[in-house]
């Protein structure tokens, strides 16, 4: 790849270039901030500058980021924060004395009692505790151990660094994991930094996007014959596809991980996010204890959790935490040196997870408005949640299920065979090609479905329900319209 | 490596064990973390507990965490991070108007103005730009492009992602990456993780361990015969060595990676930390520029800096950022693509950040008390520098190099035949065996040479200048005697 950069030089005298670099980054792809994101910010750009277009704004939808979309920060949360990071404000009056309470513990966990410095590599030993606590609380007592958690730069790091250790050998023997399709794309990205093989499942669509075990096992055995299957990947509430597992699943799901001797990773970020009627959140170490020791004593596990989701929303935080179950404690003391490179997760991040998992008490003073706050945030979130999928429904051409959970609709959308040949004309996916026509004629920013995997031939796009209603019915409308244009111009 | 758990059950039967786990990471060795500091944990907690020792509390000279180690927090830094956390703060007449004035910009440039948003990858623009403005005051007025500014969870985030861009090949065209020795064991770690070969250049003891180029060439064509050097690793100031490079060292480094053909790494996280008469930092930026457009047109480099050293030592808001130069913009695309899987860094640690590179100017209300604190800071930590030169240079068997810059010291020190012997019969290095002991009479918690890395049959340790004064002279007392005990028993 030899051309003439502007100042006449050759590039292919540069030291590092796409040739020479490692090949397993070139294969990384991250769809929800990928190029249609990209072409969003400079349509932002460009009307900042005045340039006209048929919208005045560019609504956002790609990525699961309250706070950007509006959402206001937990006061509660917030005050403790704001308490640990300037103690001075322990003497002001305006701050409710449990929320200072907070404060104070957590500094006195710290070391020099500022959040400054670092923490335990694994997470200050108090947080980690509350964790342990609030995970036994959740799942009906059964015992969590403060040893077996490990906070991080949010899930995503945890995630990554659960796979890190998993991947060995090499060609036949190389280690696989399997994903459901559709999938949260930090999988398909973390596996390619790290030349593991990617194993496909398909969640089934005709059915609210549930997992069938018949189609573990189909992508079990396929996957034995190149590569050697050791990680069996959930997520549940599912990413981008918003369904909710039901206990019989994860059951199944279990069953077929100890018989196939998979190392199961659970991620159950979306945990509070729970909408629809009929649906609850079962987490995988409870119905794991609840299936008896027979399993409860072998199955390896690790499940993650996060401070980015939820009724929070509090992303910029990085806050997040990992359980590991039946892990080999030599690995265990592997992991725990693997961590301490990095020295430690943020501590105001750390801090924020400390009052997720142990919020005001109902004799507390900052009970009611917490509550108030957090009731209003999930209300509104299940609102939307309903009121998406209704409308999406009304649009010929979409089928959409149900959101049970987590806050993003996976619509499926037929598109007419001329506008599938002009993508490939283009060079687009046609997801891709339908996506960035949406972005510049209606300035709505979502992200094809392509960038999360589908069943060859089927077409989806991932949009979050997080817009304020109001805004989320504008969009909704205008991707109605834009839909039969789109349409009627292909046809 | 199989044998019986608590319950009986064979361990063999683990899916995930060390025999099958990633090899890489098994290599991984972190000594800032290492075996000594968890002894050092477990000895408080007895502490805590009633066991009697010859100590009352352990002083961890272990790690570079000024506030644990009793600094306080610049007052100025905190103010405008309670600010951005919890804005109805920016009512409140207790905070002066320049911190509100920079927390509100700061907010402005959030998504829905809440620092609970994610940022763009790259970290906030208008921070990016901040940055770039600092380096060019820095580098008297040599430009600086915001667009060449990555945001990072601390240096080592960025420093292992600039790695992991240049690994690749195999066997001997598997990619060289040239370290100091004694090094910052950061560097090897990711080495190890990355698969990459570890090139060692020894610093020169006997010269301030200053660096030579002769010695450079002579690594750099040993590894030929075996890999394919591509990186040049330098950290000025130095860690754990504390020498700080001369502007004539830094061309000559320069010249050498243009003419080897290496990419360079600049870790330049303590260049506030300089002491000695007669020093001063220059940034290998700057140098490149002024060696004019034939290096500053062609060589490609990442510079890094953080928010945890220097005057603020905030280590556990992990901020910190790198500004690479020259590099291809088909890289720097992939690059900026590879950050995006982990969302963004943290953005109270980014806000920070800010407030580094922008502090309160000369008529602004915060001016004087901000200096003020920094300047007590930057001037208790070169008193100590010297201090603990001074003392160990009285210490029979201990030759320590000038405390130039950084914060650590690494005096080498002489351990008697027989107590080699002991430490070979035991399994543990010699420094190490050192270290424990000193630990277990002393309640001191050093890190052993053999962590950095030194010369065969050379010894040391590397130990904070952190603790404040008096307990830093208490401990300085302690190591003296311990010496001279250990060099009895052992003679």
Known sequence: MSHKASNGVSCSSKIL????????????????????????????????????KPFSE?????????????????????QVLALCTYPELLEDNKFPDDAKQRARRILQACGGQSVGAYSASQGIECIRQDVARYIEKRDGGIPSN???????????????????????????????????????????AALADLGAVQINYYLDEDNCWSLNVAELKRAVDAAREHCNPRVLCIINPGNPTGQVQSRQCIEDVIRFAKQERLFLM????????????????????????????????????????????CYMGE??????????????PEVKAQLTKLVSVRLCP???????????????????????????????????LAEKAQLTEQMFNTIPGFICNPVQGAMYTFPRITLPQKAIDKAKELGQVPDMFYCMKLLEEEGICLVPGSGFGQREGTFHFRMTILPPTEKLKVMLKKISEFHQRFTQEFS
Chains 1, 2 share one sequence.
């Not at 990525?63 to 937990?74: E, F, R, T, V």
């Open 17 to 52: 270039t796409v040739d020479n670099m490692n090949p397993n980054v070139r294969r990384v792809e991250y769809a929800v901030r990928g190029p249609i994101v990209h072409r969003a910010l400079q349509i932002e750009k460009e009307l900042k500058e005045g340039v006209k």
């Open 58 to 78: 560019v609504i956002k939808a790609n990525i699961g980021d309250a706070h950007a979309m509006g959402q206001k920060p937990i006061t509660f949360l917030r």
């Open 146 to 188: 403060a040893d077996n958690i490990y906070l991080a730069t949010g899930a995503s790091d945890a995630i990554t660094t659960i796979l890190k250790l998993l991947v060995c050998g090499e060609g036949r023997t190389r280690t696989g994991v399997m994903i459901s399709i559709p999938q949260y794309p930090l999988y398909s």
């Open 266 to 309: 659970a991620d159950e970020v979306y945990q509070d996010n729970v909408y629809a009627d009929g649906c609850k959140f079962h987490s995988f170490k409870k119905v794991l204890f609840e299936m008896g020791p027979e399993f409860s004593d072998v199955v390896e596990m690790a499940s993650f959790h996060s401070t980015s989701k």
């Open 315 to 328: 992303c910029g935080f990085r806050g997040g935490y990992m359980e590991i179950i039946n892990m080999d």
């Open 346 to 380: 943020p501590v105001p991040g750390q801090a924020l997870l400390d009052l997720v998992v142990n919020p005001p008490l109902p004799d507390e003073p900052s009970y009611s408005q917490f509550m108030k706050e957090r009731n209003a945030v999930l209300a509104n």
